[in-house]
């Protein structure tokens, strides 16, 4: 399907047409919203209407979206079971200098979505992906959830088989991370009650229904959000899990005596107490007073 060049490429907002350039030829990677049909970029709807041709999930979700914009670009199907067929006749047309737009039902292609392949492909053969950023369900629920942001591990959905659940939780114990998690409402329940077991009272957001009518952000520590669902039953709509990091655990008094016998050895006083105070996050004046009664202890022995 190739596109009538005598007709402009336009997108209608706020009830004025728009006429939008032809992009760059290459791989637009289009971000799209994630309910609120408001939360798209002015450049995203300029490359969706200027693009040859825009690659989609699924082409009725997709037409929601283009719909409301006035978009007439042709849609073409990009999903994980047609992708194998689909990929060659997209490189194609990136081949024959075509802008293509690639996008998901919602949020950002490729972030649990599909897309990843395709740009290996695309990017191995030389041609330029252009990223279009905009919604992400993850980082709308990290903002919201009042959790640390600085550091923070996204691990898209969790398994939906019980063991394989809890190897997964398991792992990601340790990491000293706020976790972000994607879940669904039938599997909400189940999940928290195996969070809150293996990673046990951590703070956490149940993040539902983001930009949408019925958006809520419940937060509680895991145990009773646990309880809460246990009790609720399982939610409607779809859900971001935010999950602060471990506590951090103070060194123990023998941790600390360890390392500063080992430092005293081939250190001063003033710089073992300085690497040991950064090693083990303790308060440098209780790192200097345990140094001291070793260094007495050993004078005194
Ligand atoms: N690529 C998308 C993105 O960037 O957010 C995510 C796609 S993934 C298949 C769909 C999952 O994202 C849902 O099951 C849910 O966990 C999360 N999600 C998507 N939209 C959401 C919303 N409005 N509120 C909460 N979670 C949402």
């Known amino acids: 399907m190739t596109r009538d060049p005598d007709r402009p490429r336009s997108y209608t907002l706020a009830g004025s047409r728009q006429f939008a350039a032809r992009p760059a030829p290459g791989l637009h990677v289009v971000a799209t919203p994630i309910g609120n049909l408001s939360d798209i970029s002015v450049r995203a709807l300029e490359t969706l209407a200027g693009a040859d ?3 989609c999930e699924d082409t009725r979700m997709t037409h929601r979206l283009t719909d409301r914009y006035g978009i007439e670009t042709a849609l073409i199907p990009y999903h994980d079971h047609n992708g194998a067929s689909m990929r060659p006749k997209i490189l194609a047309r990136l081949a024959a200098g075509e802008a293509v ?3 998901s039902d919602a949020g950002t292609p490729l972030i649990s979505d599909p897309g990843y392949k395709l740009v290996v492909e695309a990017a191995e053969a030389g041609f330029k992906i252009h990223p279009i950023p905009g919604p992400s369900a993850l980082l709308a629920a990290l903002v919201a959830a009042g959790l640390p942001t600085d550091r923070f591990l996204f691990d898209g959905f969790l398994p939906p088989k019980d063991g394989q659940r809890r ?3 398991t792992e990601l114990k340790p990491f000293p991370a706020t976790l972000v998690l994607y879940e669904t409402g039938p599997r909400l329940p189940e999940s928290l009650a195996d969070l809150a077991d293996i990673l046990g009272p951590r703070p956490a957001a149940v993040c539902r229904e983001l930009t949408k009518a ?3 952000v419940r ?3 895991l145990s009773a959000l646990a309880a809460h669902y ?7 709509g779809e859900i971001v899990l935010v999950i602060g ?3 951090e655990e103070a060194a123990e008094d023998d941790d600390v005596d360890a390392a500063l016998t080992r430092a005293l050895a081939d250190h001063s006083l003033k710089d073992a107490v300085a690497a040991v105070t950064a090693l083990t996050g303790r308060p440098k004046r209780e790192v200097y007073a345990r140094a001291l009664a070793l260094t007495r202890t050993d004078a005194d022995g």
């Open 245 to 247: 990091p471990p506590a």
């Open 230 to 236: 246990a009790e609720a039953g399982a939610p409607k």
């Open 167 to 169: 190897n997964r939780i």
């Open 53 to 55: 041709v825009i690659a």
């Open 101 to 103: 737009a690639l996008v």
């Open 219 to 221: 937060r509680g520590d």
């Open 214 to 216: 019925f958006e809520e």
